[in-house]
Nanobody, 120 residues
Framework: QVELLESGGDSVQAGGSLRLSCAPS????????MAWFRRVPGKEREVVAG?????RSHYGDDAKGRFTVSRAGNNLSLEMHNLKPEDSGMYYC????????????????WGQGTRVTVSS
C-alpha cells in the first residue's frame, strides 16, 4: 500500500546532469528498501541504483562512478552526472519492506516513472 511519486526526468544533452526524486505517499512507513530501475522499449526493468535501510548502496554496472543514490528517510534521490544517450529510458522508483535483492521481482511497490532522454 505504498504509493511512490517520481520527479526530475527531463531531456538533456550528453554530458549533462539530472537529479531524480522519489517521495512516498506517507511519512509513517518504516524504513524501506528502495531502488531506481530503468526500462527501455522491449526490455525488462534493470536496476540503476538501490539503497537499503542502513544506507548501504548498490549500483548497476553502467551507473557506477557517475550516479549517486541517497535517501532521507524514505525519500529517495538519484544524482546523475555525465549522462550518455544509453542512459535514456523510463526511470522507476521501487520499494519493498526488506531488501531481498535488486532485481525487478524483488520489489513490490512501484511508481509511475519519470522519463529521461539524453541526446547525442
Amino acid at each position: 500500500q505504498v504509493e511512490l511519486l517520481e520527479s526530475g526526468g527531463d531531456s538533456v544533452q550528453a554530458g549533462g546532469s539530472l537529479r531524480l526524486s522519489c517521495a512516498p505517499s506517507s511519512s509513517s512507513y518504516n524504513t524501506l528498501c528502495m531502488a531506481w530501475f530503468r526500462r527501455v522499449p522491449g526490455k525488462e526493468r534493470e536496476v540503476v541504483a538501490g539503497i537499503d535501510s542502513t544506507g548501504r548502496s548498490h549500483y548497476g554496472d553502467d551507473a557506477k562512478g557517475r550516479f549517486t543514490v541517497s535517501r532521507a528517510g524514505n525519500n529517495l534521490s538519484l544524482e546523475m552526472h555525465n549522462l550518455k544517450p544509453e542512459d535514456s529510458g523510463m526511470y522507476y522508483c521501487a520499494a519493498e519492506v526488506t531488501c531481498y535483492g535488486y532485481a525487478e521481482r524483488d520489489f513490490g511497490y512501484w511508481g509511475q516513472g519519470t522519463r529521461v532522454t539524453v541526446s547525442s
